[in-house]
C-alpha cells in the first residue's frame, strides 16, 4: 500500500529529488508521454500529474495510460479537484491546502475523493498543501490566503500544523509560472520546525534557484512550466537535477 511513498522516502535519504509536474490540460497523451520519458531520463524520480482547472476524465486517463507505456517511474496524481482522480496512476497526493479560506479545499473535495480512491485501489499519500507569493491559478482556484515571503513564520506554523495533523509530507507552492521561487528563508525557517520531508515548487526555472532551495532544506523539487516553455528540455532538466546533487 505505501510502495509508493515508501519509494520516495529511500530516495530522499541519498540526496534530495526531483519530480515532473506535467498538466495534461497542456498536452495531449503523446506529448505527454514523450516529455515524461525525457524527465525520466534526465533522472526525475517521478512524474506528477495534474493542473488546478478541470479536465475530462477520458483525457486524463489517456494521458496516464501513454505515458506508463513509456516510463517505469511512479506516476502520482496532483489533483486540483476530484476530477482529477485516475485508476491508471501509481499513487495521489492526498491534499488538503491548508491556508484556503474555502473548507472545501481542506476537508470537502477530499471526503468526496477518499471512496473513489478506495475503490481503484490507489495509494493515497497525505500531504499538506501551503500556497505562498503570487500563488498563482492554484491560489485562485483554491481561494488560498497566500503567505507572503517575507512571513516565513506563518508558513512554518502551517508545515508544523500539518505535520501534527499526522500528513507525511509538506508542499511550499509558489504556484505555476511564478516569478520568484519560494524565498530560501522561509524554506530554511520551516524545515527548522519540520521533521517530514519538504517539497517546494512554483518558478525554480534556473539551476541556482534550486540549488538555493536544496541548500536551504527542500527535499523534493517540483518543476512543470520548464516543460511548457523552455527549449532544450533535456539538457536544461539534467542542469537542474545537476545542480541537486543527484547521481
Known amino acids: 500500500m505505501f510502495e509508493t511513498e515508501n519509494y520516495l522516502l529511500q530516495r530522499i535519504k541519498k540526496t534530495p529529488i526531483h519530480l515532473t509536474l506535467l498538466d495534461p490540460e ?3 497523451p503523446k506529448k505527454s508521454s514523450e516529455l515524461a520519458k525525457l524527465a525520466e531520463s534526465a533522472g526525475s524520480a517521478a512524474i506528477m500529474i495534474g493542473g488546478s482547472t478541470l479536465i475530462s476524465q477520458h483525457d486524463l486517463d489517456e ?3 501513454a505515458i506508463k507505456q513509456k516510463v517505469k517511474i511512479p506516476i502520482i496524481l496532483f489533483p486540483g479537484n476530484i476530477s482529477g482522480i485516475s485508476k491508471y496512476a501509481d499513487a495521489v ?4 491546502l491548508l491556508n484556503s479560506d474555502n473548507s472545501y479545499f481542506i476537508t470537502g473535495a477530499q471526503a468526496l475523493a477518499a471512496p473513489i480512491i478506495q475503490r481503484y485501489g490507489l495509494e493515497p499519500i497525505p500531504l499538506g498543501y501551503i500556497i505562498v507569493g503570487e500563488g498563482g491559478t492554484a491560489g485562485i482556484v483554491g481561494r ?8 516565513p513564520e506563518v508558513a512554518a506554523l502551517y508545515a508544523l500544523a500539518a505535520q501534527y495533523f499526522g500528513m507525511r509530507f509538506v508542499y511550499l507552492e509558489a504556484g505555476s509560472g511564478a516569478k520568484e521561487p519560494v524565498p530560501a528563508k522561509m524554506i530554511k525557517t520551516v524545515r527548522k520546525h519540520l521533521d517530514i520531508p519538504l517539497i517546494v515548487g512554483g518558478g525554480l526555472r534556473k539551476a541556482s534557484d534550486v540549488k538555493r532551495a536544496v541548500e536551504a532544506g527542500a527535499n523534493i523539487i517540483v518543476t512543470g512550466t520548464l516543460f511548457e516553455k523552455e527549449p532544450l528540455i533535456k539538457e536544461k532538466l539534467s542542469e537542474i537535477i545537476k545542480a541537486m546533487k543527484i547521481k
Open 26 to 28: 497542456k498536452s495531449n
Open 63 to 65: 494521458v496516464i495510460k
Open 93 to 96: 497526493w492526498f491534499m488538503s
Open 144 to 151: 488560498a490566503q497566500a503567505i507572503p515571503y517575507n512571513k
